[in-house]
Nanobody, 120 residues
Framework: QVQLVESGGGLVQTGGSLRLSCAAS????????MGWYRQAPGNQRELVAT???????NYADSVKGRFTISTDNAKNTVYLQMNRLKPEDTAVYYC??????????????WGQGTQVTVSS
């Protein structure tokens, strides 16, 4: 059993910055990758950024150059630094992780989500 807990969401003005964090706890053997997804009302959940165990990153075109994903492996935590925020970034942001358990089976986990609102 693994739990993902997000924090850092809030209200910011256009052009502002926000840093999200997601801490994984429980029985963790190996994290394959972690990432952030977001979902606005009426929209499908979409990928924002991912980072693999090897450090390879991937970003949605809409956030390239503005968002940075990083990890603190010692703390089993992933971060999303969001700069130059725009109203269209408003959404619930969800932490996601794929992990190999102690039986060497790949599992995936989702956090509960944290609200990010960017005012114009």
């Amino acid at each position: 059993q693994v739990q993902l807990v997000e924090s850092g969401g809030g209200l910011v003005q256009t052009g502002g910055s926000l840093r999200l964090s997601c801490a994984a706890s429980g029985r963790i053997f190996s994290i394959n990758d972690m990432g952030w997804y977001r979902q606005a009302p009426g929209n499908q959940r979409e990928l924002v950024a991912t980072i693999t165990r090897g450090g390879s990153t991937n970003y949605a075109d809409s956030v390239k150059g503005r968002f940075t994903i990083s990890t603190d492996n010692a703390k089993n935590t992933v971060y999303l630094q969001m700069n130059r925020l725009k109203p269209e970034d408003t959404a619930v942001y969800y932490c996601h992780s794929r992990q190999t358990d102690f039986d060497y089976v790949l599992r995936e986990y989702w956090g509960q989500g944290t609200q990010v609102t960017v005012s114009s």
